[in-house]
């Protein structure tokens, strides 16, 4: 038995102990090193970080209950990193969002403020002033704008080439 379990081992050759070895690896450090994701490519980019950060916000607070899903899914083909899997979330919880659809919900504003983060390299404050409407529910009737600040961090992805890397909605 010992023997035909061995001449089983020896069949798997490089693999068998490559395997294992990963395995002795994974279960004496508690984790496993793997090779790096490939880099993320967006469908645009900007050549200022700012201007990034403009664009992206504007799209982000100007949508309506039949856009928002694919607004969303559109700033995630724009950004790479944490602020691509944000978006991606947000259009997959709005997608199917009866609420906000049976309301004919929608917000619109505009982006008032881009400012450096002081001691923090890429990243921004973002202060927008918001609004949000309804056509068929009175949920949101007699709401007023309302001030919005989001850390938002842009990444480099080569020279003059500025996406936004994460988004942090604060307010």
């Not at 919005?148 to 480099?156: D, L, Q, R, Y």
Request: hydrophobic share 40%.
């Amino acid at each position: 038995m010992a023997l035909a379990l061995g001449g089983c081992a020896s069949l798997g050759g490089t693999h068998a102990s490559t395997t294992t070895s990963k395995i002795a690896q994974a279960q004496a450090n508690h984790e496993y090193r793997s090779a790096p994701p490939p880099p993320e490519t967006t469908t645009s980019a900007a050549s200022q970080p700012v201007e990034a950060i403009r664009g992206f916000a504007s799209a982000y607070i100007n949508w309506t209950s039949d856009t928002v899903a694919d607004d969303m899914r559109s700033l995630a083909a724009q950004s790479i990193g944490q602020a691509r899997s944000a978006m991606e979330l947000a259009a997959a919880q709005t997608a199917n969002d009866y609420e906000l659809q049976r309301g004919g919900v929608a917000n619109s504003g505009a982006v008032e403020a881009v400012a450096p983060l002081l001691g923090h390299r890429n990243q921004y404050l973002v202060v927008t002033r918001e609004v949000t409407t309804a056509t068929a529910t009175d949920a949101y009737q007699g709401l007023r704008p309302a001030w919005h600040v989001t850390v938002a961090t842009v990444a480099e992805q080569a020279p003059g080439v500025w996406v936004l890397s994460g988004w942090q909605p604060e307010s």
